[in-house]
């Protein structure tokens, strides 16, 4: 049966990721926001994607970039209001995108009126037992009530003074100490989100990203964690993929997790057309995270697997067969992704030679880099991406090229894991850095003419070349490239949902046929490549050298003839 596109668009949709501080300011604050969002739509419609994500665009004391919401059901006023909010979703579905959205249901800010309730409450409450209160350890209670480490850094908890002034209990912060973790075993926090859900979709919004869709259950009894490996990266040995043995963590990938998302499903499924949902969970272990796939649950999930894989033919080629082969055993579409707000961008991993998968800026710093190189394998990497079956997602300003900015001085950086992780990791500014969008200094068009604000974060004095204006018409830009491939990727009836076959080519050589007549080869690290016989080049990510071989880090699309 041929596919339902209004209703099975996401099964092999390009989604575009706003990070919407750092995409347009429209209002001339230095902050991005919805009018700047709006004044884009054309911009993204011509790119030829399918759909935004949305990072969160909520009320936020922006303690975490707004991942700390203190009001899930509207909008923080430096982005806008609700009636922008709901004016973009209608004009963004005029242009034919589809909008999707981003919730936070791990944690809360500790600005919101919960958090506050649950202080005021004192021990015991039910307005308490919404988030995980503990007594501490030790003679006076204050040592933390076990050994849970931040993701950002330092102890999970933090202790709480108790209304009539004594030292108190502690709460969970898996993230920042901004950020207390809700109790799911709470019906209130089962309830208020799914609130929450139907709030949005009500206004038009076709799905929603799940942040840290891995955690929001921890382990009765809050064990010690032992020293777990998190997440848990594969090796390659003799040609297969190696991972140590799956043993449970007490909070992250909980079987207890798949409830919520049970549940979830169903409101998304009672919505016509239904609504979808992509987690981001950081699993490695694909059989784990088809779980989060299976046909009542989620529609689709971030592949982080292959968004930190090494640029290695075996390697790339391991990663993508374990995806199609799990998520296709439980029905799922595959996604692929090569960046975010919280990687290193890829132009900049891609500039370095590296063993081990990975994607932090922290494992960088000390490499030589070759941007020149990193932008020769990004653009061989996205006619990869896009070639491959299922969706993808393109992080705003790939398509541009940006390389990561390394060099950012300390006293601009934002990202809270700078200051927990007491100014040893970096953390993830580097990739947020406002985007350039036409002349030839800051602020790049980011904010209008005569803004005195500058951008939140400062940009690279040397971005002229990149802005989407100076791209534009260059038929050697990386946004010429992502155009080009888009509008193919529409008109040809190979591409999207379905399935490949692996061609046997020589070592460091990567390609596959996909029906009907389509071939896509990527020449990772070997020698000059020769191209199949029996095809006609549809596009490629580089000139041909000689004899029309494919350079090492080069890419092509082929068509047969
Ligand atoms: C997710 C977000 C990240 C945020 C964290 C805590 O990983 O992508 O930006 O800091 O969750 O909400």
Redesign the pocket.
């Known amino acids: 049966m041929a596919p339902d596109r209004r209703t099975d668009w996401w099964r092999d949709a390009v989604i575009y990721q706003i990070y919407i501080r750092s995409f347009a300011d429209g209002d001339g604050d230095g902050l991005g926001d919805i009018a700047g969002i709006r004044s884009k739509l054309p911009y993204l419609a011509d790119l030829g994607v399918d759909a935004v994500w949305i990072n969160p665009w909520y009320p936020s004391p922006m303690a975490?970039?707004g991942?700390d919401v203190s009001d899930y059901r509207s909008v923080e006023p430096r982005f806008g209001t609700l009636e922008e909010a709901e004016a973009l979703i209608a004009e963004a579905h005029q242009h034919g995108l589809r909008v999707l959205l981003d919730i936070?249901p791990?944690?809360t800010s500790d600005r919101h009126p919960w958090f506050a309730d649950a202080l005021a409450a004192g021990p015991g409450s039910r307005a308490r037992d919404r988030y995980v209160f503990r007594p501490g350890r030790g003679p006076d209670g204050d040592e933390p009530p076990n050994s849970w480490q931040s993701?950002f850094g330092g102890p999970a908890w933090e202790r709480v003074t108790e209304p009539d002034g004594s030292p108190g209990e502690w709460y969970l912060h898996l993230?920042a100490p901004e950020?207390p973790d809700v109790n799911w075993e709470h019906a209130d926090v089962w309830s208020d989100f799914e609130e929450t859900l139907r709030f949005w979709f009500d206004r038009g919004v076709d799905g929603f990203r799940i942040?840290?869709a891995h955690s929001l259950i921890k382990q009765e009894g809050l064990p010690d964690a032992e020293d777990l490996e998190w997440p848990r990266r594969p090796v390659e040995v003799d040609g297969a993929l190696h991972r140590s043995p799956w043993q449970p963590h007490p909070f992250w990938d909980r079987d207890e997790v798949h409830e919520v998302y049970r549940a979830w499903r169903k409101i998304a499924d009672s919505y016509d057309p239904p609504r979808v949902f992509v987690a981001?969970a950081w699993v490695d272990e694909p059989e784990r995270l088809a779980r989060y796939l299976r046909a009542d649950e989620l529609h689709t999930a971030f592949n982080f697997t292959y968004l930190q894989a090494i640029w290695e033919a075996g390697y790339l080629r391991h990663v993508i067969s374990e995806t199609l082969a799990e998520q296709g055993a439980v029905g799922a579409p595959a996604t692929w992704v090569l960046s975010?707000?919280?990687v290193a961008r890829h132009v900049s991993r891609f500039a370095r030679e590296r063993s081990e998968p990975g994607s932090s800026v922290m494992q960088l710093l000390d490499l030589p880099a070759d941007l020149d190189l990193g932008r020769r394998r990004a653009r061989a990497a996205v006619l990869l991406t896009l070639g491959l079956p299922g969706g993808a997602y393109v992080y705003q300003g790939e398509e541009l090229g940006l390389p990561e900015v390394e060099d950012l001085p300390d006293d601009v950086l934002q990202d809270p894991t700078w200051e927990r992780a007491g100014h040893t990791d970096r953390g993830?500014d580097g990739c947020r850095v406002p985007l350039p969008w036409s002349g030839s200094a800051p602020p790049y068009g980011f904010s209008p003419e005569g803004s005195t604000a500058a951008p939140w974060l400062p940009q690279p004095g040397d971005w002229a070349g990149l802005t989407a204006e100076a791209e534009t018409g260059d038929p050697g830009s990386m946004l010429e490239l992502y155009r080009a491939a888009l509008r193919l990727r529409r008109e040809t009836p190979a591409l999207g949902d379905g399935e490949l076959t692996w061609l046997e080519l020589p070592e460091g050589v990567l390609g596959f046929t996909r029906d009907p007549g389509f071939a896509c080869v990527v020449n990772v690290t070997g020698t000059h490549a020769a191209l199949p016989e029996g095809y006609d080049i549809l596009l490629t990510s580089d000139d041909l050298g000689t004899e029309g071989r494919l350079p090492a880090a080069t890419s092509a699309w082929l068509k047969r003839n």
């Open positions: 975490d970039a991942y936070v791990n944690h993701v993230f950020q942040d840290v981001e975010n707000h919280d993830r």
